[in-house]
């Protein structure tokens, strides 16, 4: 039994410790940059094949309009788009965690693989979000699918940094660790389309008749929020750092009150 117990306590060590080693950071970049570009390329392909015009329908049912005639895939070229927006966006957002990544380990490596294969889902998004009649309960479905793929994808690379920030030192760069410069940025980042996606998910839920609608202000909203999240970081930390330094300048005068009293008044 004592035997069976120290075999079972090194193989857990053995274990934590495989998943503690370090990984190539460059080899990890270049493998998901790899998969970025073969999903953005399928998702270019996709709208290719399917959603161009037939020169003989453009001339019988369009009256040789083209532009009227590509007016009828509008939504399917509003799928596209968000769905290639999105692909930018966790690119961008994966770029810049491993910019502050000083040495990646295997298990950084494993749920980055675990992002990565929810990457590679956002075709099927696009062609379920593209698919379906509108209002139907297909294409309520098929969005929340969507949402579902873009929040794992994504909860993943929050999972990836906070991986990082359990021992900081070694793995993250000093800006970006706890109390650092880019720390409160990094999570807002982050965090943002696991945020946004759940949220629109459970309202696709409550608001089924207004599940497109919801969408694609999600897919429309996010970037924009990119834009004004570094401000809105910036306003918060400044607010929160004044009413620190507020409260700690009343602990001083306080502190200076009492040094200024005599002890009778003191004990009074």
Known sequence: GQRGEEEEHHSLETFTFYLSEPLSKERVEAFSDG???????????????????????????FHGSLLEA???????????????VTIG????????????????????G???????????????????????AEKSHNEIEAIQVSCVITFFASIFQFAIWTTALLNEEETLHAFARYG????????????????????AFFLTCLLSEFSTAIFHLMQI????????????VRISLTAIKSVMSLSRRKVVLLEEEEACLSPNETLS
């Open 89 to 108: 966006l966790l690119w961008f957002v994966h770029h810049s965690l491993f910019l502050y990544v000083t040495k990646a380990t295997r298990l950084m």
């Open 110 to 132: 494993l749920l980055n693989i675990l992002s990565l294969a929810f990457i590679g889902g956002l075709p099927l998004a696009y062609q379920l979000t593209s698919e379906f």
């Open 180 to 199: 650092g410069k880019e720390h409160a940025f990094m999570f807002a980042k982050l965090a943002l389309y696991p945020c946004i996606s759940l949220g």
């Open 221 to 232: 909203v996010i970037p924009f929020a990119f834009l004004a999240l570094r401000i809105f």
């Open 35 to 61: 998969v970025y570009a073969i999903v953005a390329t399928l998702l270019i392909l996709d709208i290719c094949e399917d959603n161009v015009p037939d020169p003989r329908e453009v001339e019988e049912k």
């Open 70 to 84: 590509l007016s009828e895939y509008g939504p399917n070229y509003l799928a596209y788009f968000g769905s290639f």
